[in-house]
Each structure stands twice: as C-alpha cells, then as structure tokens.
T-cell receptor
Framework: AQSVTQLGSHVSVSEGALVLLRCNYS??????LFWYVQYPNQGLQLLLK??????LVKGINGFEAEFKKSETSFHLTKPSAHMSDAAEYFC????????????FGGGTRVLVKP | EAGVAQSPRYKIIEKRQSVAFWCNPI?????LYWYQQILGQGPKLLIQ????????DSQLPKDRFSAERLKGVDSTLKIQPAKLEDSAVYLC??????????????FGPGTRLTVT
C-alpha cells in the first residue's frame, strides 16, 4: 500500500522568506506525485505534478518541487512567500496499479506573517 | 471550461437522519471520485467510478453510505443514517486520461456536513 507523510502540520513563515514543505512517500512502483493547495472553504487545486522525466518540477504561483528517488521525497518550495500563499497544502501519490487512486498526506497549513 | 459542481455547499443534520450530496463532473470526464476530508486530515477516497461502473469502493462504509452514477455523468452520495463521525467535507473530483497515461483530477468546492 502506498503512503504519504508530510512533516509538520503547521508552518509559519515571514513574507518574503523561503517556503519549504516536506513530503516523503512510499510506493512499490515508480510514482506519480502531486502537490495540491486548498484555500478556506474551497476544493483542492493542483499546484504541480511529477510523472516522468525532469525531477525538478515547476508549478503555478512560483512553487516548485524536486523528486528525489533515493530519498523517496518530493519537497515543495517557493523562494519568497506572499501573503496569498496562506493555505493548506497536500502532497499526494498516485497508485498506477490501482486505477490511479490518490493517497494524500495529512496536510501542512502555512501561515504567512507580514 | 466549467469546473466540478457540487451541492449543497453546507448541510447540518441531526444524527440518524439521512443526507444526499450531488456532483456534476467536468464534461467529458469519464472518471468520478468521492472523497471524505475530516477536519485536520487529508482527503480519503470513498468511491471511484469509471463511467457508471464502480472501480473502487473498498473504503466506503457500505452499511450507511451509498453512491450512484446513473448514465455516467452526475453522481449522488448518500448517508443513511448519519453518525457524528460523518462530520466532514465531502469532495467530488473528476478526471480524464492524459496522453502521458496520467489521470489528472479536478476537484469541486466540496460539501461541508455537520452532524449534531
């Protein structure tokens, strides 16, 4: 079975500072990996995804993530936080052997301080 | 392109009552998912449809939850009778198969259920 662990349920950053959200996964097959963002009272929006090829993936809103197979990690970063980045972020892995079912991590809530 | 639509957005019921949620996926998306998101947790898949057939319902509490997708378009999720622990946001998502073999999921805004 696949699983996703997000380290830190809450992260507080200052505006303009680096945002780093950690995600580790377990998968028996090469994974598809995703980061989603959820704003209050809204559904999930796809930030970026890794399927194959280049391990550094760029997404929307200035976010990027790097797939590191040896570390089974897919950490999300943004060089400079903006107030609008305050939201909850979810890492997910897709099980290609089971209908592309998504397994989500527990989420990390980001607070941006002015 | 219209997104995934869900209704109602909010629902408050008493325990042991029944409730139903509706989802209209993005046009042309053959795969539809229902997720349960309990406060402070990530979404958990309840059921996955491919057209109007069930692909995965292994985590659906079948003694009280049911779902259908008639005609392979809209879907309804029902809870009967509801329990306090069913309080959660119920998310619907739909997906299509990309040229790279990936099912990219698009989520609706969710229905927030409170059971008192």
């Amino acid at each position: 079975a696949q699983s996703v662990t997000q380290l830190g349920s809450h992260v507080s950053v200052s505006e303009g500072a680096l945002v780093l959200l950690r995600c580790n996964y377990s998968s028996s097959v090469p994974p598809y990996l995703f980061w989603y963002v959820q704003y209050p009272n809204q559904g999930l929006q796809l930030l970026l995804k890794y399927t194959t090829g280049a391990t550094l993936v760029k997404g929307i809103n200035g976010f990027e993530a790097e797939f590191k197979k040896s570390e089974t990690s897919f950490h999300l970063t943004k060089p400079s936080a903006h107030m609008s980045d305050a939201a909850e972020y979810f890492c997910a892995v897709s099980d290609r052997a089971a209908g592309n079912k998504l397994t989500f991590g527990g989420g990390t809530r980001v607070l941006v301080k002015p | 392109e219209a997104g995934v639509a869900q209704s109602p957005r909010y629902k408050i019921i008493e325990k042991r009552q029944s409730v139903a949620f509706w989802c209209n996926p993005i046009s042309g998306h053959a795969t539809l998912y229902w997720y349960q998101q309990i406060l402070g947790q990530g979404p958990k898949l309840l059921i996955q449809f491919q057209n109007n057939g069930v692909v995965d319902d292994s985590q659906l509490p079948k003694d009280r939850f049911s779902a259908e997708r008639l005609k392979g378009v809209d879907s309804t999720l029902k809870i009967q009778p509801a329990k306090l622990e069913d309080s959660a946001v119920y998310l619907c998502a739909s997906s299509f198969l990309t040229s790279g073999g990936l099912y990219e999921q698009y989520f609706g805004p969710g229905t927030r259920l409170t059971v008192t």
